[in-house]
């Protein structure tokens, strides 16, 4: 049968000082389940050997693609810059340090299928710095809305998958803000009625020492200052979301 790129995931990636984990990057996309599939790293200008690391993959494996930023543009342009050059009828978003079930994408795929969704989301499990799954596993809401989302920011970037028969690249473009995952979700479920949450967990958050959002006080005021500077909340809208936003962030991590 001939692979159509309605069927093709792309998977992106942005790509800063990630050499340690790269490989197992590559590999937990390689050992999917479904193989119709285009990986695309985003080099955000890297010290360490990243480039050097998928260079030497993609020699042999030309569902591989590399790009790299001239400048340093952090997350959000980065994988603005991957939804640009994907080609695939669904987009799927992996962090460079976490992992995925084997069978996460053709189960994704089949799910939004006969959901007929445009955003999916799955659940998934803690690991440590090795990625050795710890046991905490987090479970989804069957769907989410705006306002729901709003007060619980369970949607984890690893697990995402879009359908762009359904979307449009420029709704799916992340805005240049810190937590810019969480403002792309809210600002997509502005313009549909609900994300569709998978119970089953595919995929695999590791908590390394070195990534930002082990800064549990930082990442509380970026969510803050979304409400206000992204959302544009009053003070009391801003509270009353952040009071459910801080509940479900312990709920999900003890």
């Known amino acids: 049968m001939k692979r159509s790129n309605n069927d ?9 000082n990630a050499a ?3 490989e197992d990057t590559i590999a937990t996309v390689q050992n999917q389940t479904y193989t119709n599939w285009e990986l695309i790293f985003i080099d955000d200008c890297s ?52 992992l995925w079930d084997p069978t996460k994408l053709e189960k994704q795929v089949k799910f ?32 989410i809305t705006y306002k729901q989302a709003l007060r ?20 799916t473009q992340m805005p240049n803000v810190k937590s810019e995952d969480t403002a792309c979700w809210w600002k997509v479920l502005k313009t549909i009625d609900y994300a569709y949450g998978m119970p089953e ?12 959002s082990a800064n549990k006080v930082e990442a509380v005021r970026r969510v803050w200052k979304l409400y206000r500077n992204v959302e544009n909340l009053n003070l009391l809208e801003s509270a009353y979301c952040f009071s459910g936003y801080a509940y479900n962030t312990v709920k999900k991590r003890i």
């Open 112 to 143: 939004m299928q006969q959901m007929d969704c445009a955003f999916s989301f799955t659940g998934y499990e803690f690991a440590d710095e090795e990625g050795k799954p710890n046991g905490k596993k987090v479970s989804v809401p069957e769907t």
């Open 201 to 212: 967990v595919l995929s695999y958050y590791r908590r390394s020492s070195g990534t930002l």
């Open 8 to 16: 093709l995931v792309s998977i992106v990636v942005p790509v800063y």
């Open 152 to 171: 619980n920011t369970i949607v984890w970037t690893t697990t995402v998958m879009f359908d762009m028969s359904k979307l449009t690249k420029n709704q």
């Open 20 to 22: 340690r984990f790269l």
């Open 47 to 98: 010290s360490d050997n990243s480039v050097e690391i998928i260079q030497k993959y993609l020699k042999d494996d030309k569902r591989i693609k590399l790009f790299k930023n001239s400048v340093n543009s952090h997350a959000a342009l980065a994988r603005n810059k991957g939804i640009d050059e994907s080609k695939g009828g669904y987009i799927a978003f992996l962090d460079a340090d976490d």
